[in-house]
Structures are given as structure tokens and as C-alpha cells.
């Protein structure tokens, strides 16, 4: 499981932010940022989390998971759709069709069993 602190700074260069645009996104200062993604702020609060996910489009509560404010599920369907939260903004369009397209696929067979 990745840290709190890694998990943020990958989002914010997954969405080619700097510190000083989530500062302006947020209103969370800059340093404040940068010690939580260094590790030295383990655990900022669930207000805090609650903008950066929603600054970098990824569900909270992967954030919450990997700040231990909750136990996150380990389970391979989780970390399949964390790891697709994480990297939803560097899908196509083409993509999400795709996505789409499969997971209509699978609820029906599914559903016809």
C-alpha cells in the first residue's frame, strides 16, 4: 500500500499540478502540502483530504484509506478501480467508452448468468 504522502504527490503529477495551483485550487498552503506529501503531516484532516481529492479527481476514499483514517479493502476489484481513480484523467474518451462498454458487458452476463 502506497503512503498518504505518495499516493498525493503521484496524484498531483498525474494532473500536472504544481503546489502553488493546489494551494490555489484548495486554499491549502503550499507547505502545508508539501509536508504532507513528505511525510511529515501523516494524517490531515478528513476537510483536508476531502479538497484534494476532489482538486485531483480521485475518490476520498482512497485518500482516507491511506491516511488510516479507514481501513482500506485490499481486495483486487478496490485496487483495480483505485488505481483507475487514479489514472482517470489520462484516459481517452476512446477509453472510457471502452470501460463503459465492458462493464455493460459484465453486469449482463451477469444478470443472464
Do not use: C
Request: no cysteine.
Amino acid at each position: 500500500m502506497k503512503s498518504l504522502g505518495r499516493t498525493l504527490k503521484d496524484a498531483r503529477e498525474q494532473a500536472s499540478f504544481t503546489l502553488k495551483q493546489v494551494e490555489e485550487a484548495t486554499g491549502i498552503s503550499n507547505a502545508y502540502l508539501s509536508q504532507v506529501e513528505n511525510e511529515k503531516i501523516k494524517k490531515p484532516s478528513a476537510n483536508v483530504l476531502h479538497k484534494l481529492a476532489t482538486a485531483y479527481n480521485i475518490e476520498l476514499e482512497v485518500l482516507l484509506g491511506a491516511a488510516g483514517i479507514i481501513e482500506e479493502s485490499n481486495t483486487p476489484k478496490t485496487k483495480m478501480l483505485n488505481s483507475i481513480a487514479l489514472s482517470s484523467q489520462q484516459l481517452s474518451s476512446e477509453e472510457e467508452d471502452a470501460l463503459m462498454k465492458y462493464l455493460k458487458f459484465l453486469r449482463h452476463e451477469k444478470r443472464n448468468g
